[in-house]
């Protein structure tokens, strides 16, 4: 049974830096796809950050590149979703993702992942 539990949410400054974390177990990295999504209040849920566990290749949502950094420590089972110079419009709540093979990362639609965690706020304000 695949689980995911997030954590390292909060509230931080515009031009701050928070890092999520998603403790993952039920399945092997390198036969899935991981990402990480966020969700507005009264918005649908979007795609900000997915790596392929085959070949470890990333998306980024084009408003987090150079921004934003998903990484895994394959040892601890963790996905980390490094988030740098914040800004307001991140605020969201933030949700761990997981699903079978390698099309779910390549495009980083919440529709293809059918696994999910409880996800995380995170609050950008000054």
């Known amino acids: 049974q695949v689980q995911l539990v997030e954590s390292g949410g909060g509230l931080v400054e515009p031009g701050g830096s928070l890092r999520l974390a998603c403790a993952f177990s039920?399945?092997?990295?390198?036969?899935?796809?991981v990402g990480w999504f966020r969700q507005a209040p009264g918005e649908e849920r979007v795609g900000v950050a997915c790596m392929k566990g085959s070949d470890r290749n990333t998306y980024y949502r084009d408003s987090v590149k150079g921004r934003f950094a998903i990484s895994t420590d394959n040892a601890k089972n963790i996905v980390y979703l490094q988030m740098n110079d914040l800004k307001p419009d991140d605020t969201g709540v933030y949700y761990c993702?997981?699903?079978?093979?390698?099309?779910?990362?390549?495009?980083?639609?919440?529709?293809?992942?059918?696994?999910w965690g409880q996800g995380t706020q995170v609050t950008v304000s000054s």
């Open positions: 039920g399945f092997t990295f390198r036969y899935y796809s």
């Open positions: 993702a997981a699903a079978p093979g390698e099309d779910a990362g390549y495009v980083c639609y919440s529709a293809l992942f059918g696994s």
